[in-house]
């Protein structure tokens, strides 16, 4: 019967009585009662009857009562010397059987699951054998079975593995019981076993391992050749492990941690009936194997050097079973080969993401010149069309070559088989990866065309100015006549000009970019849509402080008065006083909403155009943020001030940008980035120097700032490929950087920087990654004695000019097939072999060459001589400028630490109960729902008890696996179990066995006091367990992700 009561039901509740009083062992009177428990059960288990070792239902080992339990029975029976053998196997593979019929014991039997969790029972050998085998008992301890169909396939594999490795650690001899031939079913399962004790080192126990076959009277051929294959799986799995543990030149096959002989020990035994149940006879060869069995394992005592006494198994046990629940992470996995692959791939997939981000990066910078240099406004829509189509057609090219990189890794590692489980999802995963750089790509392309479209009457203007300038040039060429001048003389006479020209110039030009929009009014529409019903109050408060008038920044103070309504209590009824520390907590809900809403923005903003969609979409947003806030109601004051707040913001940055976008098109600023090409205009005029010198310096003078520029362009996207090949570890995977930056919060020992991590993990990551990119940056290249930043941007500038110079041969190579060629054939041939590698000033070149009445003899051959050795000077004058290059304070085009967050960080979605950011590394993984491999406890996240308001110490799978726990959510209680209902693009599944990681354990009490003040809560006891030394949390951390801290 499924529900039967047997006498282990009593002796488990008795130790569960046991250690309750235990736990709270200052009440004497309490323990008084109870202390005679142990030495009732220790003298029933002395007589016979088996011990629960392990609570089959929920996978625990009741420490202080077994231990307290053999205390008594060594003290009935003295510190005597045991050999433990235990025995595992599937369900109903006839392991209990086994056990019976071998050793005359009395464990049961029946169909389906009636083992649960792990029992003992203490045999005793004869006088005259204690003599011989120097050993007084056997220890035998028989499992449950493994891969029950009653238990979830995902509880399963962790349940199993747990006991698997937890019954092969503690027996120094283990039967594998295996029904028919095939060993398969235990591939896993032992593959798992062998890593954990790796990584727990109980390999000093020279464990050893039998194989049973059931059902087969003899082991045959076929049965060999499938046990080599196993054996040999194991072997490469032991490989594994031993190599993520850096033990591999110790151990390189199974036999080496788990003893094996693949001849002796084997046994194949005939089924158990002789004929059809019910009325058929017990089968002798059955017996007769058995008897074999025994005489083995007699062998196996007797060859044994050295037996554990009772008092080394208890300390065995318990450092054994605190040892499986350090390793959680291990045995979430059915083996050691998948653990490996599934980190390989995790790698990998980033290693995939960044080759996609990183070659359409490079393409934007192609297309942002080529779309920059193109012509008028006429064609401007079809280069649009043009471009967009190119990017698309590019994004399909790179995810075709990387699609066929991700099959070939699937297809032909060596790891296929385990992998296969997750081709499917990765290919899914970057298909999603494509669509979102199509989209990108569009946007891209829209808001360069956008911000050309609004520069067209700049852009004119531009071209006035400089034709302007090119003839004040000639007149002042003109008045000097036949003046003789030195070098330094010419620059004064021209610099004298040039402040006179440009007064003019300030004098004279009106404002050229006048935009269409009134931004404050547009942002004012934006409210009016969104807070129809809120606009008179938010009118008044408009006019006491205008948009313009407002801050800066996205920061809110809250004010308890106008911005907080009492928290609504279970059922909707009563109210409570709100405190200082509640206004606390709405501080901090209040900057989680802005520092989303700041993401937003500079995720979105692509260009320096005003978009209305923006503002919009940011007000929605916060809406949105404001009405998911499980803490409090916030008033509708709250919610018109955060957006007066959002709305300020948007008002002061697209402003900003604007005044850039002004700047960008200022025909002032632009003749003043020329006067270097107007000074070298006017001594080649007034020197009537070498036409062919003067030529060259013309254009390379035109050269240089494009060359820097398009070196800052490429800077960002070539240091991250840089600190990618230098082969930092925290770089690999999202889970390795989160480690990586708790470790790092951990060794500087200030509660006040986590909190920056405890309220927005992905802020807390895009934060390190910019200190670790700027250490990086300023760090001195040992070959060159100059900063990497430096070295990395005279490498760039080396392969441009290398290009350019390319280029400026093959253009006057090509003229001698054109006749009659000329400077405008040159030109127009090194502005398609160019375009694309920098943004050129075409018109601005063609106005200062073109102009210019060249001679017949004019040689072609001098003029490339000239360039080339102008464009060395352009090189060693930008070196300069790179000499000086402050990664923290130059203007970026594209930051590498941002570069780095989106290819390592990706999603920001944080669970809901916890705040531990979700595991995937794609922004936008619809349909995959948001999950977390590791949870934290839940005060972490903030949590407490809604009617004590004490700390929850709980993480989230145990919390969802309860029946009668209940959560907060807008002013309601639910069940946890109906958690999908409300947060449904989550993935928490129930699991009682997972406890805090060592890392959070060490937080919690390290920082307890801290984190309670934080988050108005109030502190609870901290289990003794959870006291860690940080070197322990080291090497957890280091054991769990493979990373060297």
């Given at each position: 019967?499924?529900?039967?009561?047997?006498?282990?039901h009593?002796?488990?509740?008795?130790?569960?009585?046991?250690?309750?009083?235990m736990?709270?062992?200052?009440?004497?009177?309490?323990?008084?009662q109870?202390h005679?428990?142990?030495?009732v059960v220790?003298k029933?288990?002395i007589?016979?009857?088996?011990?629960?070792?392990m609570?089959?239902?929920?996978?625990?080992?009741p420490?202080k009562?077994?231990?307290?339990?053999?205390?008594?029975v060594?003290?009935?029976?003295?510190?005597?010397?045991?050999?433990?053998?235990?025995?595992l196997?599937i369900?109903?593979?006839?392991?209990?059987?086994?056990?019976n019929?071998?050793?005359?014991?009395?464990?049961?039997v029946?169909?389906?699951?009636c083992?649960?969790?792990?029992?003992?029972?203490?045999?005793?050998?004869?006088?005259?054998?204690?003599?011989?085998?120097?050993?007084?008992?056997l220890?035998?301890?028989?499992t449950?079975g493994?891969?029950?169909?009653?238990?979830?396939?995902?509880?399963?594999?962790k349940?199993d593995n747990?006991?698997?490795?937890?019954?092969?650690?503690?027996?120094?001899?283990?039967?594998?019981?295996?029904?028919?031939?095939?060993?398969?079913?235990?591939?896993?399962?032992?593959?798992?076993?062998?890593h954990?004790?790796?990584?727990?080192?109980?390999?000093?126990?020279?464990?050893?391992?039998?194989?049973?076959?059931?059902n087969?009277?003899?082991?045959?051929?076929?049965?060999?050749?499938?046990?080599q294959?196993f054996?040999e799986?194991?072997d490469?799995?032991?490989?594994?492990?031993?190599?993520?543990e850096?033990?591999?030149?110790?151990?390189?096959s199974?036999?080496?941690?788990?003893k094996?002989?693949?001849?002796?020990?084997?046994?194949?035994?005939?089924?158990?009936?002789?004929?059809?149940?019910?009325?058929?006879?017990?089968?002798?060869?059955?017996?007769?194997t058995?008897?074999?069995?025994?005489?083995a394992?007699?062998?196996a005592?007797e060859?044994?050097?050295g037996?554990?006494t009772?008092?080394?198994?208890?300390?065995?046990?318990?450092?054994?079973?605190?040892?499986?629940?350090?390793?959680?992470?291990?045995?979430?996995?059915k083996?050691t080969?998948?653990l490996?692959?599934?980190?390989?791939?995790?790698?990998q997939?980033?290693?995939w993401?960044?080759?996609?981000?990183?070659?359409m990066?490079?393409w934007e910078?192609?297309?942002?010149?080529?779309?920059?240099?193109?012509?008028?406004?006429?064609?401007?829509n079809?280069?649009?069309r043009?471009?967009?189509?190119?990017?698309?057609?590019?994004a399909?090219?790179?995810?075709d070559?990387?699609?066929?990189?991700i099959?070939?890794?699937?297809?032909?590692?060596?790891?296929?088989?385990?992998?296969?489980?997750?081709?499917?999802?990765?290919?899914?995963?970057?298909r999603?990866?494509?669509?979102?750089?199509?989209t990108?790509?569009?946007r891209?392309?829209?808001?360069?065309i956008?911000?050309?479209?609004?520069?067209?009457?700049?852009?004119k203007?531009?071209?006035?100015?400089?034709?302007?300038?090119?003839?004040?040039?000639?007149?002042?060429?003109?008045?000097m006549?036949?003046?003789?001048l030195?070098?330094?003389?010419?620059?004064?006479?021209?610099?004298?000009?040039?402040?006179g020209?440009?007064?003019?110039?300030?004098?004279?030009?009106?404002?050229?970019?006048?935009?269409?929009?009134?931004?404050?009014?547009s942002?004012?529409?934006?409210?009016?849509?969104?807070?129809?019903?809120?606009?008179?109050?938010?009118?008044?408060?408009?006019?006491?402080?205008?948009l313009k008038n407002?801050?800066?920044d996205l920061?809110?103070k809250?004010?308890?008065?106008?911005h907080?309504s009492?928290?609504?209590r279970?059922?909707?009824?009563?109210?409570?006083?709100?405190?200082e520390?509640?206004?606390?907590?709405?501080?901090?809900?209040?900057?989680?909403?802005?520092?989303?809403?700041?993401?937003?923005?500079?995720?979105e903003?692509?260009?320096?155009?005003?978009?209305?969609g923006?503002?919009?979409?940011?007000?929605?947003?916060?809406?949105?943020?404001?009405?998911?806030?499980?803490?409090?109601?916030?008033?509708?004051?709250?919610?018109?001030?955060?957006?007066?707040?959002?709305?300020?913001?948007?008002?002061?940055?697209?402003e900003?940008?604007?005044?850039?976008?002004?700047m960008?098109?200022?025909?002032?600023?632009?003749?003043?980035?020329?006067?270097?090409?107007?000074?070298?205009?006017?001594?080649?005029?007034?020197s009537?120097?070498?036409?062919?010198?003067?030529t060259?310096?013309?254009?390379?003078?035109?050269?240089?700032?494009?060359?820097?520029d398009?070196?800052?362009?490429?800077?960002?996207?070539?240091?991250?490929?840089?600190?990618?090949?230098s082969?930092?570890?925290?770089?690999?995977s999202?889970s390795?950087?989160?480690?990586?930056?708790?470790?790092?919060?951990?060794v500087?020992?200030?509660?006040?920087?986590?909190?920056?991590y405890?309220?927005?993990?992905?802020n807390?990551?895009?934060?390190?990654?910019k200190?670790?990119?700027?250490q990086?940056?300023?760090k001195?290249?040992?070959?060159?004695?100059?900063?990497?930043?430096?070295?990395?941007?005279?490498?760039?500038?080396?392969?441009?000019?290398?290009?350019?110079?390319t280029?400026?041969?093959?253009?006057?190579?090509?003229?001698e097939?054109?006749?009659?060629?000329?400077?405008?054939?040159w030109?127009?041939?090194?502005?398609?072999?160019?375009?694309?590698?920098?943004?050129?000033?075409?018109?601005?070149?063609?106005?200062?060459?073109i102009?210019?009445?060249?001679?017949?003899?004019f040689?072609?051959?001098n003029f490339?001589?000239?360039?080339?050795?102008?464009?060395?000077?352009?090189?060693?004058?930008?070196?300069?400028?790179?000499?000086?290059l402050?990664?923290?304070?130059?203007?970026?085009?594209?930051?590498?630490?941002?570069?780095?967050?989106?290819?390592?960080?990706?999603?920001?979605?944080?669970?809901?109960?916890?705040?531990?950011?979700?595991?995937l590394?794609?922004?936008?993984?619809?349909?995959?729902?948001?999950?977390?491999e590791?949870?934290?406890p839940?005060?972490?996240?903030?949590?407490?008890?809604?009617?004590?308001?004490e700390?929850?110490?709980?993480?989230?799978t145990s919390r969802?696996?309860?029946?009668?726990?209940?959560?907060?959510?807008?002013?309601?209680?639910?069940p946890?179990?109906?958690?999908?209902?409300?947060f449904?693009?989550?993935?928490?599944?129930?699991?009682?066995?997972?406890?805090?990681?060592?890392?959070?354990?060490?937080?919690?009490?390290?920082?307890?006091?801290?984190l309670?003040?934080?988050?108005?809560?109030?502190?609870v006891?901290?289990?003794d367990?959870?006291?860690?030394?940080?070197?322990?949390?080291?090497?957890?951390?280091?054991?769990?992700?493979n990373?060297?801290?």
């Amino acid at each position: 019967i499924h529900a039967s009561f047997g006498l282990e039901h009593c002796f488990r509740e008795l130790g569960q009585m046991y250690e309750a009083v235990m736990y709270v062992a200052e009440r004497n009177e309490l323990v008084q009662q109870i202390h005679h428990l142990p030495q009732v059960v220790a003298k029933l288990f002395i007589s016979g009857f088996p011990l629960e070792l392990m609570d089959g239902d929920a996978a625990h080992v009741p420490l202080k009562w077994v231990l307290a339990v053999l205390d008594e029975v060594k003290q009935l029976l003295g510190d005597v010397r045991i050999f433990v053998l235990s025995v595992l196997g599937i369900q109903s593979s006839g392991k209990s059987t086994l056990l019976n019929t071998v050793f005359g014991l009395q464990f049961t039997v029946s169909a389906g699951r009636c083992t649960r969790g792990a029992f003992i029972q203490l045999v005793p050998f004869e006088e005259s054998f204690k003599q011989k085998l120097k050993c007084d008992y056997l220890l035998v301890v028989d499992t449950e079975g493994l891969r029950a169909p009653e238990i979830d396939s995902e509880e399963s594999i962790k349940h199993d593995n747990e006991i698997a490795t937890f019954v092969i650690g503690l027996a120094n001899l283990t039967i594998v019981n295996i029904f028919g031939e095939n060993p398969g079913d235990m591939d896993d399962i032992l593959q798992t076993t062998v890593h954990a004790l790796l990584r727990m080192k109980c390999v000093r126990l020279n464990s050893s391992v039998k194989f049973v076959h059931q059902n087969v009277k003899a082991v045959s051929d076929k049965t060999d050749t499938g046990r080599q294959k196993f054996l040999e799986k194991l072997d490469k799995a032991t490989r594994i492990a031993a190599k993520q543990e850096k033990v591999e030149d110790k151990y390189q096959s199974f036999s080496s941690v788990i003893k094996f002989d693949g001849k002796s020990d084997i046994y194949g035994f005939p089924c158990v009936w002789k004929g059809d149940q019910p009325m058929a006879p017990v089968n002798p060869g059955y017996c007769e194997t058995a008897q074999v069995l025994k005489c083995a394992i007699i062998e196996a005592v007797e060859a044994k050097k050295g037996f554990i006494t009772l008092s080394q198994i208890q300390s065995h046990i318990e450092e054994l079973w605190k040892s499986v629940l350090d390793d959680d992470f291990v045995f979430s996995f059915k083996n050691t080969v998948e653990l490996s692959a599934y980190k390989e791939l995790d790698a990998q997939y980033c290693q995939w993401s960044w080759e996609f981000q990183k070659e359409m990066i490079e393409w934007e910078g192609i297309a942002r010149n080529k779309m920059q240099t193109s012509g008028g406004s006429a064609k401007l829509n079809e280069l649009q069309r043009s471009i967009i189509k190119e990017g698309h057609s590019k994004a399909h090219d790179v995810y075709d070559r990387l699609m066929k990189s991700i099959k070939n890794f699937f297809e032909k590692s060596e790891q296929r088989e385990t992998f296969a489980q997750w081709q499917m999802n990765t290919e899914i995963r970057f298909r999603e990866l494509l669509s979102e750089r199509e989209t990108q790509v569009e946007r891209f392309c829209k808001s360069i065309i956008s911000k050309k479209q609004a520069g067209i009457e700049g852009v004119k203007m531009q071209e006035q100015c400089r034709n302007l300038f090119l003839r004040n040039v000639e007149e002042l060429v003109h008045e000097m006549g036949e003046m003789t001048l030195t070098e330094e003389e010419q620059e004064d006479k021209f610099n004298q000009s040039w402040a006179g020209w440009l007064q003019e110039l300030k004098d004279n030009t009106p404002e050229i970019y006048k935009t269409d929009v009134d931004i404050e009014s547009s942002i004012e529409e934006c409210l009016r849509t969104l807070f129809k019903d809120q606009m008179p109050t938010i009118i008044r408060k408009l006019e006491l402080k205008p948009l313009k008038n407002r801050q800066h920044d996205l920061k809110m103070k809250i004010k308890r008065e106008d911005h907080m309504s009492t928290r609504t209590r279970w059922g909707g009824w009563g109210t409570t006083t709100i405190t200082e520390e509640d206004v606390a907590i709405a501080q901090r809900a209040t900057e989680r909403i802005l520092v989303n809403i700041q993401e937003y923005f500079d995720s979105e903003i692509e260009s320096t155009l005003y978009n209305k969609g923006v503002v919009h979409t940011a007000l929605a947003k916060m809406k949105a943020l404001i009405s998911k806030s499980e803490d409090f109601q916030f008033t509708i004051i709250y919610e018109i001030d955060l957006a007066l707040t959002v709305a300020g913001y948007s008002f002061h940055r697209f402003e900003a940008m604007m005044e850039k976008l002004k700047m960008e098109q200022d025909p002032i600023e632009y003749v003043i980035k020329l006067k270097p090409s107007f000074l070298v205009e006017f001594k080649a005029k007034y020197s009537k120097s070498c036409q062919e010198k003067a030529t060259a310096k013309k254009i390379c003078s035109l050269l240089e700032t494009p060359i820097h520029d398009e070196v800052i362009s490429s800077l960002g996207v070539n240091i991250v490929q840089g600190m990618k090949d230098s082969g930092s570890c925290y770089l690999q995977s999202k889970s390795v950087l989160k480690v990586k930056v708790l470790y790092d919060l951990g060794v500087k020992g200030d509660f006040s920087l986590y909190k920056d991590y405890l309220c927005n993990v992905s802020n807390s990551l895009r934060h390190w990654l910019k200190e670790y990119t700027l250490q990086y940056c300023r760090k001195c290249n040992p070959g060159t004695n100059k900063s990497c930043i430096t070295v990395f941007a005279n490498g760039i500038q080396r392969r441009l000019i290398t290009k350019i110079s390319t280029a400026v041969n093959d253009c006057t190579r090509n003229l001698e097939a054109v006749k009659p060629y000329g400077i405008r054939n040159w030109l127009d041939d090194f502005k398609t072999k160019v375009q694309g590698q920098i943004q050129l000033d075409m018109e601005a070149i063609q106005a200062f060459l073109i102009s210019d009445q060249l001679p017949e003899s004019f040689d072609y051959k001098n003029f490339t001589a000239e360039v080339l050795e102008g464009l060395r000077s352009v090189q060693q004058r930008n070196e300069k400028k790179f000499d000086d290059l402050d990664a923290a304070s130059m203007n970026w085009v594209k930051e590498p630490w941002n570069l780095l967050h989106e290819n390592l960080v990706g999603c920001c979605e944080q669970c809901p109960f916890c705040k531990e950011q979700c595991d995937l590394t794609i922004s936008n993984h619809s349909p995959h729902d948001h999950s977390v491999e590791l949870h934290r406890p839940g005060c972490v996240g903030g949590w407490k008890s809604s009617e004590t308001k004490e700390m929850v110490l709980d993480i989230c799978t145990s919390r969802i696996a309860s029946d009668n726990i209940k959560f907060l959510h807008k002013g309601k209680f639910y069940p946890y179990r109906e958690y999908k209902t409300h947060f449904p693009n989550w993935h928490i599944p129930p699991d009682n066995s997972f406890t805090a990681s060592c890392y959070w354990k060490w937080f919690l009490t390290k920082y307890t006091e801290e984190l309670a003040k934080h988050c108005a809560m109030k502190t609870v006891t901290i289990p003794d367990g959870w006291n860690l030394e940080w070197e322990k949390v080291k090497k957890d951390l280091e054991k769990k992700y493979n990373v060297k801290l």
